[in-house]
């Protein structure tokens, strides 16, 4: 097996087990968010992202935590804004 198909292996193989772990670590969260370790230690540390100690020194994340974080704080499109907008209005309007 050629050395690119032995890295192409493991690629799918690191995928795979991140998209599947209920919980990983440090090093596979970073990964999974595509974030540096050290980001991903200051959000812990400013309490930004949820994890877990449970001996009071590993952190840990529930992977389905991290992707409801990450869909937080959701930006509307110009089209919603302008929908909205255009409710507002109309309600508006008909209370008059």
Known sequence: MSEEMKQMAELIAVNTI?????????????????????YLYKLTMQQKIPHYKPLGKMCYFNR???EQWLQSNRIA?????????????MKKGARR
């Open 18 to 38: 991140l998209c599947t772990k209920e919980v990983l670590t440090t090093d596979e969260a970073a990964k999974y968010l595509g974030v540096s370790k050290s």
């Open 64 to 66: 389905v935590e991290l």
């Open 77 to 89: 499109t110009e089209d919603e804004i302008s929908q909205k907008a255009q409710n507002y209005c």
